[in-house]
């Protein structure tokens, strides 16, 4: 099972302090096949303000327990991390793997531009039920123009995650407000934020069982 780690930072000094800990920490779990996927959220400035992990976990507990030994955590860093159970859809290993920064580091630069669209949905499941069609639809569009990185609803469906390929927040944010459920107010709350991913574990990056993903709505 796939879990999203929505994390926030509240004290810069200490995330500095930890992070060659957390990058170690992160290292071993990728190799583990604990974690998909991760790396560091953005605002408008560029100023890194939280993090964005999908754990590969058996239990929400065992989700916990990743995010509780993190050395940012351990730290007292964090000002908030939410775990959800998510059920992709839809995941671009390709992107995925593309935006990954480690060439950064050989000097190269990579094109890709990922950002994260972590949502909520209101309270109305009937206008959740009814829209749902045409927001899969939109789905489809942007996985064939190769603007969707990965998408899914969380498992308690209350929210879902979507990631897009973009060359800046602005059209990011366009595909958000294109969404039908951005259109017709299924979407609550939205955070989109630049999404810098520092680490990838491809074999992970993997899509439900049919019985699994048949439940899977979003």
Not at 76 to 89: D, H, Q
Request: net charge negative.
């Amino acid at each position: 099972m796939k879990f999203v780690n929505f994390v926030k930072y509240s004290d810069l000094q200490k995330i500095a302090g930890a992070r060659p800990a957390h990058f170690a920490y992160a290292d071993r779990l990728r190799e583990d096949g604990k974690l998909a996927i991760g790396g560091p959220l953005t605002d408008d400035q560029g100023r890194r303000i939280g993090l964005l992990f999908i754990y590969e976990a058996g239990s929400r507990n065992d989700a916990l327990r990743f995010a509780e030994e993190d050395p940012f955590t351990v730290a007292g860093a964090l000002s908030s991390s939410e775990i959800s159970e998510w059920r992709p859809r839809f995941m671009s290993s390709d992107l995925l793997v593309k935006a990954h920064r480690a060439a950064h580091q050989n000097g190269e630069q990579t094109n890709t531009r990922l950002f994260a669209n972590y949502a909520k949905y209101g309270t109305d499941l009937s206008r959740l039920t009814a829209i749902r069609p045409a927001h899969w639809e939109y789905d489809r569009t942007l996985e064939s123009g190769g603007t969707l990185a990965l998408a899914g609803p969380l498992a308690d469906d209350k929210g879902g995650l979507f990631v897009y390929n973009a060359h800046s927040r602005d059209e990011a944010m366009s595909y958000l407000e294109q969404d039908p459920f951005a259109r017709e107010a299924v979407f609550a709350e939205c955070e989109l934020h630049e999404w810098l991913i520092e680490g990838v574990n491809p074999d992970l990056l993997t899509l439900p069982t049919v019985t699994e993903s048949s439940s899977a709505a979003h």
